[in-house]
């Protein structure tokens, strides 16, 4: 029988996940989880969502469960993935810790994710130190459950780079200890960072041009309508830019042959739809309301997936709790064995105890 390989993926309970979050990493681990060739550990990272938000905890209690709801509702199995929350397992921030030794000031400051976020939360003068080390929070997390597969974003990749170096330069050190985990993105372009309704940046909940998972069919339909295309494409004649143009990045993202068959069967095809839009022909409204088809059938039933756990919420505190104690267990072993390599474990090294004083009274 094959061996199962370990996955570590989560988010920060800042708010509720996005369409961003669904195609980048949450429908990867669905995927993953259901194909029987892994044991995924799915962590809501609290602590590191507290780096930027310490003056105001009550957000993060907030939007926990708002996440773990999100989780259930795309189809995250609590009984084929360990889901936990990242504070309940303390031997994390014990092993952050020795991390922290083998990593320089500058170093963390080289990471472009990590200085493109400072920039964007303003930070340049400011910067709270546990921002700063969120990469070594992150290797902690992976390690300590000897994740050998992370799946996520693009934009994760400098950060999991700088994770491989902590593992890498730890076992030179003190020998090999520690799993060196591989990133698994989306194969799809667009899905890797998926742009938001602005057409200009990544899709985020601080930028507020996110379509969430759990917004209800209006709310989807009001944004994809308000959706950035080509300000040149300003009469249906008009050629028009689908290379810049956001909804034809979602259409890459998520239509299907099934798609035009149902609610655009004058096209074979997203290419012909393209073509079409390219030479002129083609409205803004006509694609919109395409995109908008597809979205609310992607996401209704993860909306109502989401209205049974509301219902059903001591389940989900009950599932994040048993998932935190089996989470803990991985955790200890790994970090036992992190002491071990560290030489810390004073009080069971016989050696250590003799070695000093064993011959004082020979020597005298």
């Given at each position: ?262 609610y655009l069967p004058e096209y074979k095809n997203l290419d012909e739809l393209k073509a079409h839009y390219q030479r ?85």
């Amino acid at each position: 029988m094959e061996r199962k390989k370990i996955i570590l993926t989560g988010d920060r309970p800042t708010g509720k996940l996005h369409l961003g979050h669904y195609v980048g990493s949450l429908k990867n681990r669905v995927e993953m989880q259901n194909s029987g060739k892994y044991i995924p550990y799915i962590l809501i990272s609290d602590l590191q969502a507290l780096t930027d938000n310490a003056r105001d905890p009550e957000k993060i209690r907030r939007n926990l469960i708002e996440v773990a709801l999100d989780y259930l509702a795309v189809g995250i199995d609590p009984k084929k993935s360990i889901i936990f929350v990242q504070s309940q397992v303390p031997e994390l921030a014990e092993l952050t810790m020795y991390y922290m030794n083998l990593v320089t000031l500058g170093r963390l400051e080289r990471n472009p994710t990590i200085k493109t976020e400072i920039k964007e939360r303003g930070f340049e003068k400011s910067v709270p130190v546990g921002f700063l080390t969120y990469p070594i929070s992150q290797a902690a997390d992976i390690t300590a459950f000897d994740a050998e597969v992370v799946p996520g974003g693009e934009d994760q990749a400098p950060i999991l780079e700088q994770d491989r170096e902590i593992v890498r330069t730890f076992n030179a050190i003190y020998g090999d200890t520690l799993v060196e985990p591989e990133l698994i993105t989306p194969d799809n372009n667009i899905c890797k960072r998926l742009v938001g309704i602005d057409g200009k940046n990544k899709m985020s909940k601080s930028l507020d041009n996110c379509i969430y998972l759990s917004d209800n069919p209006d709310t989807i339909k009001k944004k994809v309508m308000s959706m950035y295309t080509d300000p040149n494409h300003i009469k249906i004649e008009d050629p028009g830019d689908v290379q810049n143009n956001a909804v034809f990045k979602y259409l890459d993202a998520f239509c299907t042959p099934s798609h035009f068959k149902k609610y655009l069967p004058e096209y074979k095809n997203l290419d012909e739809l393209k073509a079409h839009y390219q030479r002129g022909g083609v409205g803004d409204v006509k694609i919109k309301k395409f995109l908008n088809d597809i979205l609310q059938e992607i996401l209704e039933p993860i909306r109502e997936r989401r209205h049974y756990y509301e219902q059903h919420i001591d389940f989900v505190y009950d599932m994040l709790e048993e998932g935190s104690r089996e989470a803990r267990k991985k955790a200890q072993e790994v970090l036992k064995r992190v002491r071990r390599a560290i030489g810390i474990e004073y009080f069971e090294d016989i050696k250590l105890r003799h070695s000093v004083y064993t011959n004082i009274d020979d020597n005298k």
